[in-house]
Nanobody, 116 residues
Framework: VQLVESGGGLVEPGGSLRLSCAAS????????MSWYRQAPGKEREERVL???????????NYADSVKGRFTISRNNAENTVTLQMNNLKPEDTAVYYC???????WGQGTQVTVSS
């Protein structure tokens, strides 16, 4: 299993970023996919689930902290899952990880920093 996140960076409050995750090594279109984030100073075990998407993309769930600002989507033909992040806030600063629900694999993550 391989998960490769990209698209992070430094952005000012109110700005936007689009994260991508390329997945391989498992049957992508059979798995719910998710994004987690790990805030600065937090341990790996404290990664927070922020959004999930069903295999066909019809069901999406969001944590209250990102609801209305973030959108998860997926492309089963390309084995990718994306996270569109709008109206970013300083408290969104974290390393973001994608994960296949039910599989205990993590990618390297992508750093998102929201600061003026």
């Amino acid at each position: 299993v391989q998960l490769v996140e990209s698209g992070g960076g430094l952005v000012e409050p109110g700005g936007s970023l689009r994260l991508s995750c390329a997945a391989s090594g498992f049957t992508f279109n059979n798995r719910d996919m998710s994004w987690y984030r790990q805030a600065p100073g937090k341990e790996r075990e404290e990664r927070v689930l922020i959004t999930t998407i069903s295999p066909d993309g019809s069901i999406r769930n969001y944590a209250d902290s990102v609801k209305g600002r973030f959108t998860i989507s997926r492309n089963n033909a390309e084995n990718t899952v994306t996270l569109q992040m709008n109206n970013l806030k300083p408290e969104d600063t974290a390393v973001y990880y994608c994960r296949a629900i039910g599989l205990s694999y993590w990618g390297q993550g992508t750093q998102v920093t929201v600061s003026s």
